[in-house]
């Protein structure tokens, strides 16, 4: 007699680096591992991104291994992964292998298909060839060959979604969108602004406007700094944050200096899981101009602390702010627009107060990463059956 089958399925969670693990995967692993399956991470232990996440992990309890992956184009290295993943998979007979990020996502799924893993799935971020144009030629053929690859693509906006039609290749059983959410037990509790503001050691009675992101070109922290000097001729009260690190940290610092915006931003290089609601709670706006989003998750976060957003009026974007009613949405690049649509919220308490209201409803209504999770279940549940 054979051995029957334990009602969890063995899982296999790859993304490129650590930090990927940490911020994206490491939520929906807790998720299976609570419904009964039994979840390994594994990513490279380099710090490709920051530092490299896996004490922290181990220490929570994750199951990990070890994929040498690098984000640069090294055949020699990726030929390396790619066995890695292969054994891996053979050894431990996973149920299901789904991959993140871009590198891990093209290798892991190749892998795993010849590693003859019953299903393999992949979330998409966002697609290369899309967000390097000029490397698509080489881009593109790789993601119809891990498209083929796969059982199922999952998108994380409609944005996503509708860019996924377009790879000409698809998915053995399809594409869907389960979306992307908060853990709002990290967001439930709401502080007093002047509370929020004093633990992080901000005025408390001076407008404040931040950002947050990765200081990398497409963020634009640029033209939110250059909206800032056009907020303060208009508001010498208000007061700038910008949180995140990056390689434009420097410059970035310069352009302030250069604006004269000196005495009036403040740069925060990181912030701790605990202390980024607060830090969402302490503005009166958030702004980000930025030119490209998989998801949007600030937008989100900063609107689960009843803060009223700012940004561009671009997919996935618009799937989160609704314009004139949890934020502002700003068309085109101008400093000006930015400038104005903040001046507006500033200007104008009880419409901040509303807005702020809505956006923390519309959180709690659509963004709930459990949600999500379940999707996402369902749907290797509906994949290992239709093999059965």
């Known amino acids: 007699m054979t051995t029957p089958r334990p009602a969890g399925f063995r899982i296999l969670l790859i993304a490129t680096y650590s930090q990927a693990l940490s911020a994206f995967v490491a939520p929906l692993a807790r998720f299976l591992d609570e419904r009964g399956h039994r979840v390994t991470m594994a990513a490279s232990d380099e710090p490709l991104i920051g530092p490299a996440t896996f004490p922290q992990l181990q220490a929570d ?26 054994t891996l998979v ?23 298909r010849l590693a003859r893993a019953p299903v393999v799935v992949h979330t998409a971020f966002s697609f290369p060839h899309l967000d390097t144009p000029e490397k698509s030629w080489l ?6 060959i891990a498209t083929r690859a796969s059982d199922h693509l999952f998108c994380i906006s409609e944005l996503g979604h509708r860019q996924a039609a377009t790879i000409g290749a698809s998915p053995r059983s399809g594409i869907s969108n389960p979306g992307i959410g908060l853990n709002l037990d990290r967001f439930a509790d709401l502080r007093p602004r002047d509370e929020a503001r004093a633990a992080l050691g901000l005025p408390l009675d001076a ?3 931040g950002t947050a992101g990765r200081q990398v070109a497409h963020k634009r922290i ?17 007061r700038f944050v910008v949180l995140g690190g990056g390689p434009e ?8 200096s250069r604006l004269q915006l000196d005495d009036r931003v403040r740069f925060i290089d990181r912030l701790g899981d605990d202390e980024m609601a607060a830090y969402y709670r302490a503005l009166d706006v958030f702004m980000l101009p930025t ?49 104005a649509a903040v ?12 807005f702020g209201a809505a956006a923390r409803a519309r959180v709690w209504e659509v963004f709930d990463e459990r949600r999500c999770f379940a999707r996402i279940e369902g749907t290797y549940r509906w994949l290992m059956e239709a093999r059965r």
């Open 61 to 86: 309890g994750f199951d990990t291994r070890v994929i040498r992956f690098t984000n640069r184009m090294r055949p020699d290295r990726d030929l390396a992964s790619a066995r890695d993943v292969y």
């Open 90 to 112: 053979r050894r431990e007979r996973f149920d299901v292998v789904h991959t993140f990020t871009a590198k891990a996502g093209f290798l892991g799924r190749v892998a795993a």
């Open 139 to 144: 881009y593109l053929p790789m993601e119809r």
């Open 207 to 209: 407008p404040i406007v």
């Open 222 to 238: 640029d033209l939110f700094l250059q909206a800032c000097r056009l907020i303060a001729n208009a508001r010498p009260d208000a």
């Open 249 to 256: 940290r420097d410059s970035l610092r310069a352009l302030a």
């Open 291 to 339: 030119k490209r989003e998989g998801f949007g998750m600030v937008f989100a976060e900063a609107m689960s602390q009843q803060t009223p957003v700012v940004g561009p009026r671009i997919p996935p974007v618009d799937e989160i702010v609704v314009h004139d009613e949890t934020g502002a949405l700003v068309d085109g690049d101008s400093a000006e627009a930015y400038a």
């Open 343 to 354: 001046l507006a919220l500033i200007d104008d308490p009880a419409r901040r107060g509303r």
